[in-house]
Nanobody, 120 residues
Framework: QVELVESGGGLVQPGGSLRLSCAAS????????MGWYRQAPGKQREMVAA???????NYADPVKVRFTISRDDAKNTVFLQMNNLKTQAPAVYYC??????????????WGRGTQVTVSS
């Protein structure tokens, strides 16, 4: 059982930046992919960004160019750098871990989330 703990959320003005961190309780070296998801009230959870252990990245279209996901396997940590944030209702950002790839797979582990609000 891998525990994931997110941090770095908060209130930021439009155009600002935040850096989210996700600390894993054990090594993520052999975890196929780490990702960030976002869920706004009344909406489904959606993938924001993901990074494989090989370094390949994938982003949701709305955040391409503005967000960067990275992983530091030595520190068992995943980051999400969010720049030029757009006004949005409060959303909870979740860290997730996918142990093995495959069609239709969903993350095996989830963090409890960190809230991000972009508002003036």
């Amino acid at each position: 059982q891998v525990e994931l703990v997110e941090s770095g959320g908060g209130l930021v003005q439009p155009g600002g930046s935040l850096r989210l961190s996700c600390a894993a309780s054990e090594s993520i070296l052999n975890i196929y992919a780490m990702g960030w998801y976002r869920q706004a009230p009344g909406k489904q959870r959606e993938m924001v960004a993901a990074v494989t252990k090989g370094g390949s990245t994938n982003y949701a279209d709305p955040v391409k160019v503005r967000f960067t996901i990275s992983r530091d396997d030595a520190k068992n940590t995943v980051f999400l750098q969010m720049n030029n944030l757009k006004t949005q209702a409060p959303a909870v950002y979740y860290c997730a871990a996918l142990q093995s790839p495959g069609p239709g797979v969903v993350p095996d582990y989830w963090g409890r989330g960190t809230q991000v609000t972009v508002s003036s």
